[in-house]
């Protein structure tokens, strides 16, 4: 009897979701996808769907925002098929969103105390957190250091949206509020780490599909990132131009059109020193990834963004006297890579030749580059 109630339940909401545009089947193909993604077996798609129309649903999601520009809750927001959108603000039981949500005052601020003292909530912060002074950001009248630690207490785990959330990102680069990421203050708590300037939302779907369907947080890197979306999937040994690379052909115009897909190394490419499944898993509902576009990797995902990646469009470094290290670090890992070494390391993994031209491109660019 309670197997038809359940089965009654989930056929409810799958036909919700059919009800919002959602077909069932594009929903089952998006939780076996998301298996995959996470290293299972794609017959967890039928558990990640049972989590999502119901355990999911049931529980309680509390997002707060500091200091950000919003551009994670607008990816998310803008993400298709199945709408994680939809899936967030129709099928969780999110409490507390202020961009989203319609209350304000009190009645806000009543729905969030009320889930403090409930417990057993996921907390999403989405922004740096200032330490030199409180006013620098002050949410439901509180600094937001003080309620992140508030919504922490009685949470079940906490999630940090984008590179502000987990690193400090483009506030903390600004050097003036003293902004840092959630782990530095939040320490009591199973944190997890989804960067990303902005992040792309199906890497917060999925890994809210493995809590919920596990209870536990998915494996992370060794800077707290989910490892099937970051750790794994560095974005030079996935990219679509490492043969460019190879070849030693590199774009410097970009108005040269015979040049246009060469690779975007010299013009300020951080592939190399990023790792994140960009190249694999595409964005905007699968259209594209920002080298497969034009535009150089940005390393945002990585926890020097902005400062040790500044400036976007010109290479990392200038090698003094063009001196090539014969022992390269490895690219394996995620955080805190010496960027000089590793993008010698490629060039010199490519071949001796390729090395050499990367370093004589970066010399002839030397009085060209102003590093910020
Ligand atoms: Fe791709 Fe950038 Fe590597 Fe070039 S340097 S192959 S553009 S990731």
């Not at 576009?293 to 006297?321: D, I, K, M, T």
Request: proline share 6%.
């Amino acid at each position: 009897m309670e197997e038809q109630i359940k089965d009654k339940d989930n056929e409810t909401s799958l036909l919700k979701m059919e009800l919002m545009g959602i077909s069932r089947r594009s929903f089952l193909k998006f939780c076996a996808a998301t298996a995959v993604m996470l290293g299972l077996e794609s017959s967890y798609g039928p558990i990640f769907a049972e989590a999502a129309t119901e355990a999911i649903k049931k529980k309680p999601v509390i997002w707060l925002q500091g200091q950000g520009c919003t551009g994670c809750s607008t990816s998310l927001l803008s993400s298709l098929n199945p709408g994680p959108a939809e899936i967030l603000l129709d099928m969780i039981s999110m409490r507390f969103n202020t961009t989203i949500m319609g209350s304000t005052g009190h009645v806000s601020a009543g729905v969030l105390e009320e889930t403090f003292k409930e417990g057993n909530y996921l907390v999403v912060i989405e922004g740096s957190i200032p330490t030199a002074d409180p006013r620098y950001c002050i949410v439901e009248g509180k600094g937001f250091e003080e309620l992140v630690l508030e919504a922490a207490k009685n949470a079940e785990a906490v999630v940090a949206v984008g590179t502000c959330a987990a690193y400090g990102g483009l506030p903390k680069a600004a050097g003036i509020t003293g902004a840092v990421g959630v782990s530095e203050i939040v320490k009591d708590k199973p944190v997890v780490n989804i960067p990303g300037c902005p992040m792309n939302p199906s890497w917060l779907m999925g890994t809210l599909l493995y809590y919920l369907s596990f209870q536990e947080l998915p494996a992370l890197d060794n800077i707290g990132r989910p490892l099937a979306y970051y750790g794994n999937n560095n974005i030079h040994e996935t990219c679509p131009r490492v043969n460019y690379f190879q070849k030693g052909q590199f774009l410097t115009d970009w108005n040269d059109p015979a040049t246009a897909n060469w690779c975007l190394l010299l013009v300020g490419c951080k592939g190399p020193i990023t790792n994140a499944d960009c190249n694999r898993n595409w964005w905007n509902d699968g259209v594209n990834s920002c080298i497969r576009s034009g535009a150089p990797c940005a390393g945002c995902v990585q926890p020097q963004f902005y400062e040790g990646v500044a400036p976007l469009y010109a290479p990392l470094f200038v090698p003094e006297g063009g001196v090539v290290p014969t022992q390269p670090e490895t690219t394996a890992g995620g955080g805190g890579l010496d960027v000089k070494s590793v993008i010698l390391g490629v060039a010199l993994a490519a071949s001796p030749v390729v090395a050499n031209k990367v370093v004589n491109s970066l010399k002839e660019r030397k009085g060209e580059v102003k590093h910020g």
